[in-house]
């Protein structure tokens, strides 16, 4: 009876914990369609809004989780700051890249770059951290690389889309995850550190008279809610983390990509080739070796002794 007690409160923590995880993939997967909606303003206008838009967010964010002291701790560490503007060049160059991709019909292209992202960052850490590889995970990467290969010869013209997406994501959560600052607060950060040029950059086309808000109505409700399309999905995330393994969020961030995948093809009728077809199976092929690879280490962590 004790038992009981005492595992059905973590059993539905762990419950919400899935629930938030997946609402939070979700959310990203289907972010093509709002910012498909958003195809008649310029990419670098949307990713500037984007930023704008989301420091009234984080603001009222900190102050309701007390959390401004954690922000300024960040900013009187010299490495952090450093840390920090690097990677706020790295997401921002990320978003910015992925609009574009979605805009100009590469959905497909973005949501290879993605799949890829948990094996790149196998690789990093066995490169950079020195963290060992079992041999599923060196299968992972290997197959990986094939996939990579297979759409080089097909489909180059894209591939570039999927390798700096990749790249420029993987990089930048291997940078977060040295950085002395919390998600919340080095998300604030980043972000304060890039509002200045997203906020010069519409100030500037206000001048010259583009259309930064869009040409109607629903373009400009769209764009007041981009802080809110930022924000919220990482709220979840940030919650999801809190009450499920590492390994079961890993597990979850295939969501994403895999709506996008979907949108791709169903929705807006990507072309899906030969070369995709075997990109795609030798990635997949890899996700589930990587996967298994995760519930083999889960399942011997359990089994190891205190």
């Not at 995880?21 to 498909?36: D, H, N, Q, R, T």
């Not at 590889?133 to 990579?148: E, K, N, R, Y």
């Not at 409700?221 to 995330?237: E, K, R, W």
């Not at 072309?271 to 519930?295: E, K, N, R, S």
Request: glycine share 8%; proline share 4%.
């Amino acid at each position: 009876m004790n038992r009981d007690s005492q595992s059905d409160p973590d059993h539905q923590h762990a419950r919400q914990g899935l629930a938030l995880g997946i609402s939070a993939y979700g959310l990203w997967g289907v972010l093509p369609v709002y910012f498909k909606a958003l195809r008649s303003i310029d990419a670098f206008n949307i990713v500037a809004h984007r930023i704008v838009w989301s420091v009234p967010i984080l603001a009222t964010l900190l102050s309701f989780t007390g959390t401004w002291g954690e922000v300024r701790e960040a900013l009187g560490n010299r490495k952090a700051v450093i840390l920090l503007t690097v990677t706020a060049l790295l997401i921002g160059g990320n978003w910015l890249l992925y609009v574009y991709a979605v805009n100009s019909g590469h959905i497909l292209a973005g949501s290879l770059g993605y799949y890829l992202n948990p094996l790149a960052n196998v690789l990093l850490g066995r490169i950079v951290l020195k963290e060992r590889l079992t041999w599923l995970q060196w299968a992972a990467v290997a197959l990986a690389a094939a996939g990579i290969t297979a759409l080089a010869i097909g489909a180059l013209s894209q591939l570039w889309i999927s390798l700096t997406l990749c790249a420029s994501f993987a990089t930048y959560g291997l940078l977060r995850k040295i950085a002395p600052v919390d998600a919340i607060a080095g998300l604030a950060i980043e972000t304060m550190l890039l509002f200045p040029f997203a906020a010069g950059w519409l100030v500037w086309g206000l001048a010259a008279g583009d259309p930064i808000f869009g040409a109607s109505r629903v373009d400009v409700a769209l764009i007041l809610v981009a802080g809110v399309i930022t924000a919220t999905p990482l709220l979840l995330f940030t919650a999801a983390a809190r009450r499920l393994p590492y390994s079961t969020l890993g597990m979850l961030q295939f969501i994403a990509p895999t709506f996008q995948f979907l949108i791709a093809v169903l929705l807006y009728g990507e072309p899906f080739t030969q070369a995709h077809a075997i990109a795609f199976g030798a990635i997949w092929t890899a996700l589930a070796l990587y996967v298994l690879a995760l519930v083999r280490h889960a399942r011997a962590s359990v089994t190891l002794p205190e």
